[in-house]
């Protein structure tokens, strides 16, 4: 079985791609691009709005909030 011929992107879907990325903890970026050359792959057509909806909804699936420390967050420098 032959693998799928990689997919052309334009500036703009790349620029969406590394933004939705860059949010995600490093050591789920690669799984969260493969996930998405996966899904892209398998759409009958790309475009800036597909790309995005792919994006969303992987990155959904990767994105862990932040943890906190606990200390209470004053507001304003130095206060």
Same mark, same amino acid.
Request: net charge neutral.
């Given at each position: 079985? $032959?693998?799928?011929? !990689?997919?052309?992107?334009?500036?703009?879907?790349?620029?969406?791609?590394?933004?939705?990325?860059? !949010? $995600?903890?490093?050591?789920?970026?690669?799984?969260?691009? %493969?996930? @998405?050359?996966?899904? $892209?792959?398998?759409?009958?057509?790309?475009?800036?709005?597909? @790309?995005?909806? @792919?994006?969303?909804?992987?990155?959904?699936?990767?994105?862990?909030? !932040?943890?906190?420390?606990?200390? !209470? %967050? @004053?507001?304003?420098?130095?206060?």
């Amino acid at each position: 079985m $032959l693998a799928p011929s !990689p997919r052309a992107l334009s500036d703009s879907e790349l620029t969406t791609i590394m933004a939705a990325c860059r !949010p $995600l903890n490093p050591a789920d970026r690669d799984a969260f691009l %493969h996930s @998405v050359a996966a899904a $892209l792959g398998g759409l009958p057509q790309l475009g800036d709005g597909a @790309v995005s909806r @792919v994006c969303r909804d992987i990155q959904s699936r990767y994105w862990q909030p !932040p943890e906190l420390d606990g200390r !209470p %967050h @004053v507001g304003g420098i130095g206060r």
